[in-house]
């Protein structure tokens, strides 16, 4: 298996802060730059000053153009039409600005558009709150960078703190990775998010996907997948695929290495061997699994069990198993359906190109090996005992051979029917516990659309269509 690592997308929540003052006439805090004209009226009932007419005004913070501009005069209250809003970090547009200069609460409607060197920012509806430095996102929201897009049905961001919180269909999609959940926090400065409900992602480039109910993630290299969790890797020739289920994962990835735990309940499946287990742990390095608390290892005909089982693998076919202590291997031998069987204090196994070709038994000994005569018809068995070790060999992944050193205790048996269901004592075979092959998971979501939520307020085409010209 490769690296289990994700990469959350980079995006960046900014915040809004507008400076509207309330006196719009006091000329050391506005400067009204061009309007048509000025005049007072009466807006629903209430008083109000009217600034209309291509309006452009400025303070020490922003540069305003817009089709006209309200005060209400009893209501510490401004609305701007059409708003297009220049400020040392940012463009904002809108279709409808509010702004009270005495709560310093600011509500932008219909077609609002936030671009900063970071990102560009979507939404039909946006609240920003400057004394509580929280912006609002009460409807969808679309977050755009140069890596990617995040959308969501509604947001919180935090300044002070400088998190996030999106809800509602969470997506998150650049060219290396998918993500969705019901909900996401995320701390920008520490690099630390959090994935809530119905979690699914894919990695491309790794060729991995995973999903859970609780997907954790910080700028150390620590992932943590939770509850119903399941990952699977294809390898780069799309000739293997491997899945792994278990209640909690846990990943870890430094510069040199990168580990991936299971707990509870831990089912792999892959095109080359199955296993069980309540404890897998897996570093990529070496590609070494190591499967406590109630192991089982399927590899073809052939059935480890043991307190532990560790295997090495090469190109996803395994290498190499050890297991202890008092371990059994069983094969079903593929002609006869006998069971060969095999146990001791310690066990060593080893493959190539994911035959099994030997297998050494450490002290304490115990073989039961079927044998078939020159027509490949069952002819017997010889069960062996010694307190040395022994090995078993296999041709062509079939048992062909064995020996064994130091005190041997050994009997041929006849061929009769009492004879074929001898067992060693803690023998085991469970077929029926074997992972079957899953179905992969796929995303609940429509993939990310590639179009913006709205289309684009004139303000915004002219100003594009300005700087185009100007670079030319």
Not at 34 to 51: S, V, Y
Not at 244 to 273: C, G, H, N, P
Not at 282 to 293: K, N, P, T, V
Not at 415 to 431: A, G, K, M, T
């Amino acid at each position: 298996m490769g690296k289990p690592f994700l990469r959350l997308l980079p995006l960046y929540i900014l915040i809004l802060m507008l400076s509207l003052p309330y006196q719009i006439e006091a000329q050391s805090r506005v400067n009204i730059l061009q309007a048509d004209r000025a005049e007072g009226g009466i807006f629903e009932g209430q008083n109000i000053r009217k600034i209309l007419g291509s309006v452009i005004l400025q303070t020490d913070k922003m540069l305003m153009e817009t089709d006209s501009v309200y005060q209400f005069v009893d209501r510490n209250l401004l609305m701007a039409f059409n708003a297009q809003i220049e400020t040392e970090n940012e463009m904002i547009w809108a279709d409808t600005l509010f702004y009270n200069s005495v709560t310093e609460f600011s509500r932008l409607r219909g077609r609002v558009i936030i671009q900063s060197e970071q990102n560009t920012v979507f939404a039909d509806s946006m609240d920003v709150d400057q004394q509580q430095e929280l912006v609002i996102f009460n409807v969808p929201v679309r977050f755009e960078d140069e890596q990617g897009t995040l959308i969501a049905e509604s947001g919180l961001y935090y300044q002070a703190v400088d998190s996030a919180i999106f809800r509602g269909n969470v997506q998150l999609a650049d060219t290396t990775q998918y993500l969705e959940a019901d909900s996401l926090f995320m701390n920008r400065s520490a690099e630390l998010y959090e994935l809530f409900g119905r979690v699914y992602a894919d990695d491309y480039e790794d060729n991995v996907s995973f999903a859970g109910e609780y997907l954790y993630a910080d700028s150390l290299g620590y992932r943590l997948l939770q509850y119903s969790a399941w990952f699977m890797e294809v390898n780069e020739a799309q000739t293997d695929t491997t899945h792994l289920f278990a209640e909690k994962i846990e990943f870890f990835e430094t510069d040199t290495t990168s580990t991936m735990d299971a707990y509870q309940d831990v089912r792999i499946w892959s095109t080359k061997f199955s296993a069980i287990a309540d404890t897998v742990l897996y570093r990529d390095d070496i590609e070494q699994f190591i499967l406590r608390s109630n192991p089982i290892l399927w590899q073809k005909n052939m059935q480890l069990t043991g307190p532990y089982i560790e295997a090495r693998l090469a190109d996803g076919e395994i290498e190499f198993l050890r297991s202890f202590t008092k371990p059994v291997i069983v094969q079903q031998d593929s002609l006869t359906e006998r069971m060969h069987q095999m146990t001791g204090d310690t066990l060593h196994a080893w493959f190539d190109s994911g035959e099994i070709y030997q297998i050494s038994v450490f002290n304490n000994t115990e073989i039961i090996f079927h044998q078939k005569d020159e027509n490949d018809e069952p002819d017997g068995l010889v069960e062996l005992i010694s307190l040395g070790p022994a090995t078993m060999d296999f041709l062509d992944g079939e048992l062909d051979f064995f020996k064994a050193e130091q005190n041997i205790d050994g009997s041929y048996l006849p061929e009769d029917p009492s004879n074929i269901e001898r067992r060693l004592d803690n023998f085991r075979w469970d077929p029926d516990r074997k992972p079957e092959k899953p179905e992969p998971r796929q995303p609940r979501l429509p993939p990310v659309p590639e179009e913006r939520p709205f289309e684009m307020p004139p303000r915004y085409v002219n100003y594009f269509s300005a700087q185009e010209n100007g670079n030319e």
